[in-house]
């Protein structure tokens, strides 16, 4: 990466991205990020907001499903599917959301994994758009260079981009 690793140095467990971070990175307001933590469309992995003042920390793949709402509802598929596909995501390691294309026909939402299947769903009319997963994921880790990460007192869950990075030093 162009401005080395953002979390070098940190304890990479307890590791997580505030809101207005989240918010720019992703291209959704404040507004929304709190209504989606709030109705659980998706909350923050790495600390969730205990109270007045308390700021929630998202973890790396919280942001790439983040973006990935946002990308879905823009493109105008209705938010009980939208929850469809968050749950799936959420289900997914960090590493395997990669390699993911969502495809939509503006009501449904199909995981497709590899080119045959893409194929096969432009081939039976049923992809409209597609979000590459991969992509999105470029985009945001080169809009995080240079954004503040913070640490977290304590962190119930390991952000899977912090994991990543970890197994790639000791695998050198």
């Given at each position: 990466?162009?401005?080395?690793?953002?979390?070098?140095?940190?304890?990479?467990?307890?590791?997580?991205?505030?809101?207005?971070?989240?918010?720019?990175?992703?291209?959704?307001?404040?507004?929304?990020?709190?209504?989606?933590?709030?109705?659980?469309?998706?909350?923050?992995?790495?600390?969730?907001?205990?109270?007045?003042?308390?700021?929630?920390?998202?973890?790396?793949?919280?942001?790439?499903?983040?973006?990935?709402?946002?990308?879905?509802?823009?493109?105008?598929?209705?938010?009980?599917?939208?929850?469809?596909?968050?749950?799936?995501?959420?289900?997914?390691?960090?590493?395997?959301?990669?390699?993911?294309?969502?495809?939509?026909?503006?009501a449904s939402v199909y995981e497709c994994t590899s080119t045959d299947e893409v194929i096969d769903l432009l081939q039976g009319g049923q992809g409209v758009f597609g979000i590459a997963v991969g992509r999105?994921?470029?985009?945001?880790?080169?809009?995080?260079?240079?954004?503040?990460?913070?640490?977290?007192?304590?962190?119930?869950?390991?952000?899977?981009?912090?994991?990543?990075?970890?197994?790639?030093?000791?695998?050198?």
């Amino acid at each position: 990466m162009l401005f080395g690793d953002p979390l070098e140095g940190l304890d990479e467990e307890q590791t997580g991205y505030r809101g207005p971070v989240a918010c720019a990175v992703t291209g959704i307001t404040y507004r929304q990020l709190d209504y989606w933590a709030r109705t659980g469309l998706l909350e923050p992995s790495v600390r969730a907001a205990r109270g007045s003042g308390s700021q929630r920390l998202y973890s790396f793949k919280d942001l790439l499903v983040l973006r990935v709402v946002k990308k879905l509802l823009d493109a105008g598929v209705s938010l009980q599917q939208v929850r469809t596909a968050v749950r799936q995501l959420q289900d997914r390691g960090v590493d395997d959301l990669a390699s993911i294309t969502l495809m939509s026909d503006g009501a449904s939402v199909y995981e497709c994994t590899s080119t045959d299947e893409v194929i096969d769903l432009l081939q039976g009319g049923q992809g409209v758009f597609g979000i590459a997963v991969g992509r999105v994921w470029r985009e945001i880790e080169g809009s995080l260079a240079e954004l503040p990460i913070e640490q977290a007192e304590t962190a119930p869950m390991v952000d899977e981009l912090a994991e990543r990075r970890r197994r790639k030093r000791s695998a050198s």
